[in-house]
């Protein structure tokens, strides 16, 4: 899987000039035997862990996020992760003059989270499917005065609008589960 993911980044990485740069990851699915679901429902405390949005690396940061995060939890009561994925083949934006490289975002690396529901949308569809272009040019105009030179940055305020899509799924995701447990 995060080979299908890097050969999507290296060919956004590989084109120049004006060749048309790849907008949706691979297709990929989480396999069954990585799944894991602690909460059954007589637990005294039960606790939904999300993860949502872009994941621009979770295997570099799962250890700590096991050690410090989950395993605390986990000493409490049972955990339940779930995920919501907002995937693209790249990433490009304020992070890349620090780091001076592009990140993949397809998604596969959140498998590594062991969630108990996880799923996945193209970015590029959410921002079609709802018209998010459209809203921020709304919201930039309306909000001039108030946010001022905020509203210039209207990649800020599409991230602000996808962020927004995919808390909304993963707290979907969650009920869901709650419901049939």
């Known amino acids: 899987m995060k080979r299908a993911c890097a050969q999507a980044l290296a060919m956004t990485d ?8 790849p907008t949706r990851c691979p297709p990929w699915r989480m396999p069954a035997h990585a799944r894991r679901c602690g909460v059954r429902g007589e637990e005294a405390v039960r606790t939904a862990l999300c993860f949502y949005g872009v994941s621009r690396n979770a295997s570099q940061a799962l250890e700590g996020l096991k050690k410090h995060v989950l395993a605390r939890l986990l000493a409490v009561g049972a955990v339940d992760v779930f995920v919501h994925a907002l995937r693209t083949p790249a990433l490009h934006g304020a992070h890349d003059a620090l780091n001076d490289r592009k990140w993949s975002a397809c998604g596969e690396d959140l498998v590594l ?37 905020y ?14 899509y995919s808390l909304h799924r993963v707290a979907t995701l969650v009920r869901a589960r709650e419901l049939l447990r």
């Open 113 to 149: 989270l062991e969630p108990c529901v996880i799923e996945a949308s193209d970015q590029a569809d959410i921002d079609e499917r709802l018209g998010l272009n459209a809203k921020v040019e709304r919201t930039a105009n309306v909000s001039a005065k108030a946010l001022g030179a």
């Open 14 to 21: 590989g084109m120049r000039g004006g060749e048309a740069r």
């Open 151 to 164: 509203t210039r940055r209207r990649p800020v305020l599409l991230n602000i609008y996808r962020s927004r």
